[in-house]
């Protein structure tokens, strides 16, 4: 055996991810590790990608984890740089994301007496993480970055949080390195696709729900080809479309905010309730509605990779732990059930054909019609990214995700999210068009991640959709407290020129049809590009106005 050579605990941690198979790495500088960015600077198989703020290097981390497969990983310095990527390390919480944040700490000696910048990580993201650790002994490094890439990756997926106190990553051990990391995921047994089997058997109006992480190319394959074979008609969960080609003919919609109505019936009415990863929370539920509690109404059959999943809200009638690509394995190879489904399954997608017809909204620019036009002119594999707010209902119910990961948008809700997500997605993916939608209040929260696409060469194409406000806030007060508008009015910049002051290009749109010669000079602009859309503000969502909103609310208190 070679004899082991004398190396920094930070030098350490770099050959540990680069044995872990790591390429790219989100963050922002700090002095608390700066033994790990010397390492780096060696590195030449990793890529620093030098942020703006720690919140969104965390949601390009995210991002990252959600496009590959692989953990994202995102470095952050002590106090200040924690508490901002805490709300990308909510975000994978939620997503199930595999993600690790590495945290600079403070000293070992000055542990425990509120040194500068000083948090217990363990306390702070015990409830946002699947693990969180502070690494004492350099030579342990092998050991705890192996962990994290298990614990980020198998099961139900998430973020890891490691701490690593300064002097530590200077000290000089020898130590040897781990193998890269396996993850693992459970499969169904015999028996239980045995009973799932008996239930389809048995069942006249059964219903899939997608959703979750862990998915994989072959999973999507392996569920399409259970689809066509069994005739049940597929949702997806609250911003996970593109686990099932929506121009599918098993394709029903989705089952989140704003849920086709019809489609929330359809829940309610199927006796067979097949849900394949997503973990049935409240906006997948529409509140908990959809399905009774603690007995469904229906046959439940839920499968989960985090047994803690099933039975955590509603008792299934046969819960699975299991992967996805295993379970959808698994389906695949169940037996055709013919076209006893046929006029279930083909009701089903007449009713979704029907709610993604574009509608009007009040003002020149009609949404509608501008993300029926992206469905037309975009490729099967365009990236499109989101945040949060009433913006993105728009872009959920009239964009059909064709392609594999071609969505990403936090089931989370964290406004700010769509930016630094395709900043992400772009470096992952540079041949692929990648497009953001973000409102004028959700890009705000990390604009300044705008910096890091153009200067990473990530020419992304940035939609500002500008209605001049908190527009989901607006619309909850105009039907709770209707007339009375407090904390919601934005004073906007000019998004187009805030864009030429980076050096990259912009268009303002304030009529539909200024919409489309604006995206064809984006796509061939040779650095990151803006369209500013100005929206008006009576256009809440694709379903009613403001006004609309206020009249009824002011109706029903009188009545």
């Known amino acids: 055996m070679a004899a082991l050579r004398a190396r920094t605990g930070g030098q350490i941690l770099v050959d540990q991810l680069k044995i872990h198979g790591v390429d790219t790495v989100f963050g922002i500088p700090g002095e608390s590790y700066l033994a790990v960015l010397d390492a780096l600077h060696d590195a030449n198989s990793i890529r620093f990608v030098i942020c703006r703020q720690e919140g969104g290097a965390a949601m390009m981390a995210d991002a990252y984890g959600k496009l590959t497969g692989r953990p994202g990983i995102c470095m952050v310095t002590r106090g200040p740089g924690a508490t901002n990527a805490s709300a990308g390390v909510h975000v994978a919480f939620q997503d199930s994301t595999p993600l690790i944040l590495f ?19 363990r306390r702070m ?27 980020a990756t198998s099961g139900r997926q998430g973020p890891v949080v490691l701490a690593l106190p300064e002097d530590m990553l200077t000290q000089l051990v020898q130590t040897e390195d781990a193998q890269p990391y396996a993850p693992r995921q459970a499969a169904p047994g015999t028996g239980q696709m045995q009973e799932l089997a008996a239930l389809l058997d048995g069942a006249q109006r059964p219903l899939v729900v997608v959703g979750g992480s862990g998915w994989t190319p072959a999973a999507r394959e392996d569920l399409q080809r259970f689809a066509e074979r069994s005739g049940v008609p597929v949702a997806a969960s609250f911003r996970t479309q593109d686990i099932f080609d929506n121009t599918h003919a098993s394709y029903a919609g989705d089952v989140g905010i704003g849920i086709n109505p019809k489609l929330a019936q359809r829940v309610k009415d199927s006796d067979l ?29 839920h499968v989960h990779p985090g047994a803690e999943e099933l039975g955590r809200v509603y008792r299934p009638t046969l819960g699975i732990v299991s992967g996805m690509a295993g379970m959808a394995a698994a389906l695949a190879d169940l037996s055709a059930a013919g076209d006893r489904f046929k006029a279930w399954r083909e009701g089903a997608r007449a009713d979704y054909l029907d709610w993604v017809r574009p509608t009007r909204n009040p003002g020149s620019v009609q949404m509608g019609a501008i993300v029926d036009w992206l469905v037309q002119r975009l490729p099967d594999d365009a990236v499109i990214c989101n945040g949060a707010g009433n913006y993105t209902a728009w872009v959920h119910r009239f964009y059909r995700y064709r392609g594999w990961r071609t969505q990403l948008a936090p089931t989370s809700g964290s406004m700010g999210y769509g930016l630094p997500a395709a900043v992400a ?3 992952v993916h540079p041949e692929r068009i990648v497009l953001c939608f973000a409102g004028d209040g959700c890009l705000q ?7 890091t696409a153009c200067q990473a060469g990530a020419n992304i194409v940035l939609v500002v959709v500008n209605n001049g406000m908190y527009g989901t806030i607006r619309m909850h007060q105009e039907r709770e407290y209707p007339a009375r508008m407090v904390g919601t009015e934005l004073r906007n910049p000019d998004f187009v020129a805030w864009a030429k002051s980076y050096g990259a290009a912009g268009w303002l749109v304030e009529q539909t049809e200024d919409f489309a010669p604006a995206f064809e000079a984006a796509l061939q602009a040779t650095t990151p590009s ?9 256009a809440i969502n694709p379903r009613t106005t403001l006004s609309a909103i206020r009249a009824a609310s002011q109706a029903a208190s009188k009545g």
Do not use: C, N
Not at 289 to 300: S, V
Not at 530 to 538: F, G
């Open 103 to 121: 945290v600079g700490q403070v000293a070992r000696e000055q542990s425990e007496r509120e040194a500068f910048q000083e948090i217990d990580y």
């Open 445 to 451: 929260m990390t604009m300044q991640e705008f910096g």
């Open 530 to 538: 803006v369209i500013e859309i100005r929206l008006d503000p009576e």
């Open 273 to 301: 309730l097949i849900v394949l990863g997503a973990r049935l929370g409240e906006m997948t539920t529409s509140g908990y509605t959809l399905i009774a509690i603690p007995e469904p109404q229906m046959k439940l059959v």
């Open 425 to 427: 997605a772009k470096i």
């Open 125 to 151: 993201y015990g409830q946002m993480a699947k693990w969180v650790a502070e690494v004492e002994d350099p030579a342990r490094l092998p050991e705890f970055v192996s962990r994290a890439f298990h614990t």
